[in-house]
Structure formats: structure tokens, C-alpha cells
Nanobody, 116 residues
């Protein structure tokens, strides 16, 4: 059983910053990719950023230059540093881990609200 636990969400003013964390626990020792997705009310879930085991990352155009994804080399964990936050970044942010055999695990989500 694998669990993904996200943390770091909250309420922040426009222009502010937040750092999300996702830590995996359970019977997992490797992965293909880890990624952050978000879902705003009434919208479909969308990819925000993802990173592979080699450290290569890709980002949604809407967050390029503002968000940075990174991973922890000592454990199965990743982070999302979010700067220059905008009201349109408001969403529930989910962590996803894709195994090398193609199975996806999801976290429970963490709310990010950008508002003055």
C-alpha cells in the first residue's frame, strides 16, 4: 500500500508564495514520474508540473517562471515552490506518483487559495 501525503497549502495574498510538499510512504522504492496537478471549481484537473527520476521537469505554460518543482534525493518526495501567486492559481493541488509499471497513486489534495 502506498500513500501520498501533501502539505503546505493555505491562504495567501496575490503575489505571495507557498511551498507544497508530497511525501510517499509504504511499499514503494522507485517511480517513473511525480507530478502536481490542480483542480479549480467547475474545471477539469490539469497538470501543473512533473519531474522524472533524472530530475527533468516540465511545466504548464501558465506557471512557467513562477513555480519550481523539485524532488528529494534521499526519499520519495517532491516539492512545489510557488511564487508570484495569482487568484487564478486557486485550486486543490494533488500529488501524483506514476510507477514504472504504469500505475498512478494520488494524494488527497491540499487547498491553495490566492485572495486579498
Amino acid at each position: 500500500q502506498v500513500q501520498l501525503v501533501e502539505s503546505g497549502g493555505g491562504l495567501v495574498q496575490p503575489g505571495g508564495s507557498l511551498r507544497l510538499s508530497c511525501v510517499a510512504s509504504g511499499s514503494i522504492i522507485s517511480f517513473a514520474t511525480m507530478g502536481w496537478y490542480r483542480q479549480a471549481p467547475g474545471k477539469q484537473r490539469e497538470l501543473v508540473a512533473e519531474i522524472n527520476t533524472g530530475g527533468s521537469a516540465n511545466y504548464a505554460d501558465s506557471v512557467k517562471g513562477r513555480f519550481a518543482i523539485s524532488r528529494d534525493g534521499a526519499r520519495i518526495a517532491m516539492y512545489l515552490q510557488m511564487n508570484s501567486l495569482r487568484p487564478e492559481d486557486t485550486a486543490v493541488y494533488y500529488c501524483k506518483l506514476l510507477t514504472t509499471w504504469g500505475y498512478a497513486y494520488w494524494g488527497q489534495g491540499t487547498q491553495v487559495t490566492v485572495s486579498s
